[in-house]
Protein backbone atom coordinates (compact mmCIF):
# COMPACT_ATOMS: atom_id res chain seq x y z
CA UNK A 1 0.00 0.00 0.00
CA UNK A 2 1.14 3.42 -0.87
CA UNK A 3 1.72 6.16 1.91
CA UNK A 4 -0.48 8.93 1.11
CA UNK A 5 1.50 11.38 -0.99
CA UNK A 6 2.78 14.54 0.50
CA UNK A 7 1.21 18.13 -0.41
CA UNK A 8 3.92 19.12 -3.33
CA UNK A 9 3.64 15.11 -4.65
CA UNK A 10 -0.14 15.92 -4.44
CA UNK A 11 0.42 18.94 -6.50
CA UNK A 12 2.49 17.65 -9.05
CA UNK A 13 0.60 14.32 -9.60
CA UNK A 14 -2.57 16.44 -9.91
CA UNK A 15 -0.85 17.91 -12.94
CA UNK A 16 0.11 14.94 -14.45
CA UNK A 17 -2.81 12.85 -13.95
CA UNK A 18 -5.46 15.96 -14.97
CA UNK A 19 -3.19 16.75 -18.32
CA UNK A 20 -2.90 12.97 -18.94
CA UNK A 21 0.06 12.96 -21.47
CA UNK A 22 3.61 12.83 -21.05
CA UNK A 23 4.75 16.26 -19.56
CA UNK A 24 8.45 17.17 -18.79
CA UNK A 25 9.49 19.45 -15.24
CA UNK A 26 9.58 22.89 -17.14
CA UNK A 27 5.61 22.92 -17.63
CA UNK A 28 4.97 21.48 -14.13
CA UNK A 29 7.18 23.84 -12.87
CA UNK A 30 5.54 26.73 -14.82
CA UNK A 31 1.87 25.67 -13.74
CA UNK A 32 2.98 25.59 -10.22
CA UNK A 33 4.78 28.71 -9.88
CA UNK A 34 1.16 30.31 -10.91
CA UNK A 35 0.08 29.59 -7.10
CA UNK A 36 3.28 29.56 -5.72
CA UNK A 37 6.99 30.73 -5.18
CA UNK A 38 9.16 27.33 -6.23
CA UNK A 39 12.50 26.14 -7.80
CA UNK A 40 13.10 24.36 -10.66
CA UNK A 41 15.51 21.85 -8.69
CA UNK A 42 12.63 21.30 -6.11
CA UNK A 43 9.89 20.29 -8.69
CA UNK A 44 12.87 18.15 -10.45
CA UNK A 45 13.31 16.49 -6.81
CA UNK A 46 10.09 15.43 -6.42
CA UNK A 47 9.09 14.43 -10.18
CA UNK A 48 12.76 12.32 -9.02
CA UNK A 49 11.01 10.95 -5.96
CA UNK A 50 7.41 10.03 -7.88
CA UNK A 51 9.91 8.16 -10.22
CA UNK A 52 11.60 6.23 -7.71
CA UNK A 53 8.58 5.64 -5.82
CA UNK A 54 6.47 3.94 -9.34
CA UNK A 55 3.97 6.34 -9.33
CA UNK A 56 5.46 7.91 -12.94
CA UNK A 57 7.49 6.66 -16.02
CA UNK A 58 9.76 8.39 -17.35
CA UNK A 59 10.97 8.68 -20.93
CA UNK A 60 14.22 10.78 -21.95
CA UNK A 61 14.04 13.60 -24.65
CA UNK A 62 16.86 15.58 -25.16
CA UNK A 63 18.31 16.61 -21.74
CA UNK A 64 14.98 16.22 -20.04
CA UNK A 65 12.68 13.33 -19.43
CA UNK A 66 9.16 13.25 -20.46
CA UNK A 67 7.02 11.81 -17.58
CA UNK A 68 3.86 9.87 -17.50
CA UNK A 69 1.37 8.53 -14.71
CA UNK A 70 1.42 4.84 -13.93
CA UNK A 71 -1.60 4.82 -12.54
CA UNK A 72 -4.95 7.12 -12.26
CA UNK A 73 -6.39 8.60 -9.50
CA UNK A 74 -9.22 6.80 -8.64
CA UNK A 75 -6.91 4.03 -8.83
CA UNK A 76 -4.67 5.97 -5.85
CA UNK A 77 -7.81 7.07 -4.14
CA UNK A 78 -9.63 3.15 -3.77
CA UNK A 79 -6.02 1.85 -2.50
CA UNK A 80 -5.74 4.50 0.04
CA UNK A 81 -9.72 3.69 0.80
CA UNK A 82 -8.94 -0.10 0.97
CA UNK A 83 -5.74 0.52 3.21
CA UNK A 84 -7.77 2.46 5.64
CA UNK A 85 -10.57 -0.27 5.98
CA UNK A 86 -8.26 -2.72 5.91
CA UNK A 87 -6.42 -1.41 9.00
CA UNK A 88 -9.69 -1.58 11.03
CA UNK A 89 -10.79 -3.68 13.65
CA UNK A 90 -14.21 -3.50 13.08
CA UNK A 91 -14.61 -3.66 9.11
CA UNK A 92 -18.52 -3.07 9.26
CA UNK A 93 -18.45 -0.76 11.73
CA UNK A 94 -16.06 1.62 9.83
CA UNK A 95 -18.12 0.89 6.57
CA UNK A 96 -21.30 2.16 8.39
CA UNK A 97 -19.55 5.51 9.58
CA UNK A 98 -18.04 6.14 6.48
CA UNK A 99 -21.46 5.88 4.77
CA UNK A 100 -22.67 8.05 7.12
CA UNK A 101 -20.02 11.07 5.81
CA UNK A 102 -21.24 10.63 2.12
CA UNK A 103 -23.11 12.86 0.34
CA UNK A 104 -26.81 11.53 -1.43
CA UNK A 105 -24.39 12.26 -4.79
CA UNK A 106 -21.82 9.96 -3.49
CA UNK A 107 -24.07 7.48 -1.87
CA UNK A 108 -25.21 7.19 -6.11
CA UNK A 109 -21.86 7.01 -6.97
CA UNK A 110 -21.61 4.11 -4.73
CA UNK A 111 -24.84 2.24 -6.09
CA UNK A 112 -23.40 2.75 -9.62
CA UNK A 113 -20.14 1.17 -8.51
CA UNK A 114 -21.62 -1.88 -7.25
CA UNK A 115 -23.99 -2.49 -10.23
CA UNK A 116 -20.63 -2.61 -11.94
CA UNK A 117 -18.54 -4.95 -10.02
CA UNK A 118 -21.80 -7.55 -9.44
CA UNK A 119 -21.83 -8.79 -13.01
CA UNK A 120 -18.25 -9.24 -12.60
CA UNK A 121 -18.87 -11.10 -9.41
CA UNK A 122 -21.54 -13.36 -11.17
CA UNK A 123 -19.40 -14.35 -14.44
CA UNK A 124 -16.33 -15.59 -11.79
CA UNK A 125 -19.06 -17.54 -9.01
CA UNK A 126 -21.55 -19.66 -9.48
CA UNK A 127 -23.31 -18.09 -6.50
CA UNK A 128 -26.04 -15.52 -7.21
CA UNK A 129 -25.11 -12.28 -5.23
CA UNK A 130 -27.44 -12.01 -2.46
CA UNK A 131 -26.91 -8.29 -2.24
CA UNK A 132 -28.59 -5.76 -4.48
CA UNK A 133 -26.81 -2.54 -4.94
CA UNK A 134 -30.57 -0.58 -4.30
CA UNK A 135 -30.43 -2.38 -0.97
CA UNK A 136 -27.55 -0.07 0.18
CA UNK A 137 -29.09 1.75 3.22
CA UNK A 138 -29.63 5.96 2.74
CA UNK A 139 -27.00 6.63 5.38
CA UNK A 140 -28.02 8.53 8.41
CA UNK A 141 -26.47 12.26 8.84
CA UNK A 142 -22.99 12.35 9.90
CA UNK A 143 -21.74 14.07 12.67
CA UNK A 144 -19.76 17.23 11.75
CA UNK A 145 -16.59 16.02 11.16
CA UNK A 146 -14.28 17.01 14.29
CA UNK A 147 -12.28 20.25 14.27
CA UNK A 148 -9.11 19.27 12.18
CA UNK A 149 -10.34 15.92 10.47
CA UNK A 150 -9.88 15.51 6.56
CA UNK A 151 -13.29 16.54 4.86
CA UNK A 152 -15.35 13.76 3.68
CA UNK A 153 -14.15 11.99 0.23
CA UNK A 154 -15.69 12.85 -2.65
CA UNK A 155 -16.99 10.87 -5.80
CA UNK A 156 -15.63 12.83 -8.55
CA UNK A 157 -12.86 10.22 -8.86
CA UNK A 158 -15.05 7.87 -9.90
CA UNK A 159 -15.21 4.19 -8.73
CA UNK A 160 -11.40 2.70 -8.81
CA UNK A 161 -10.52 -0.88 -9.72
CA UNK A 162 -6.97 -1.01 -8.52
CA UNK A 163 -4.73 0.15 -6.27
CA UNK A 164 -1.29 1.55 -7.95
CA UNK A 165 0.13 -1.76 -7.05
CA UNK A 166 -1.67 -3.17 -10.01
CA UNK A 167 -0.42 -0.82 -12.14
CA UNK A 168 3.25 -1.84 -10.89
CA UNK A 169 3.78 0.61 -8.10
CA UNK A 170 5.50 -0.34 -5.55
CA UNK A 171 4.31 -0.18 -1.94
CA UNK A 172 5.75 3.03 -0.63
CA UNK A 173 8.55 1.37 1.26
CA UNK A 174 11.00 3.37 -1.12
CA UNK A 175 13.27 5.94 0.38
CA UNK A 176 11.16 9.28 0.93
CA UNK A 177 14.30 11.13 -0.59
CA UNK A 178 15.75 14.37 1.63
CA UNK A 179 14.60 17.48 1.67
CA UNK A 180 10.89 19.11 1.98
CA UNK A 181 10.73 18.66 -1.78
CA UNK A 182 9.17 15.10 -0.93
CA UNK A 183 6.72 16.20 1.44
Do not use: C
Not at 158 to 168: F, H, K
Amino acid sequence: MPRPLGELEDAVMTRVWEWNRPVTVREVLEDLQQERSIAYTTVMTVMDNLHQKGWVRREAEGRAYRYTAVSTRAAYSAALMNEAWSTSDNPAAALVAFFGMMSAEQREALRDAVRIVQPQEAQQSPEPSSASPDALPAAPPADPPAAGSAPPPTASDGPGAAGPEAAGAPSGEADEGSGAAGR
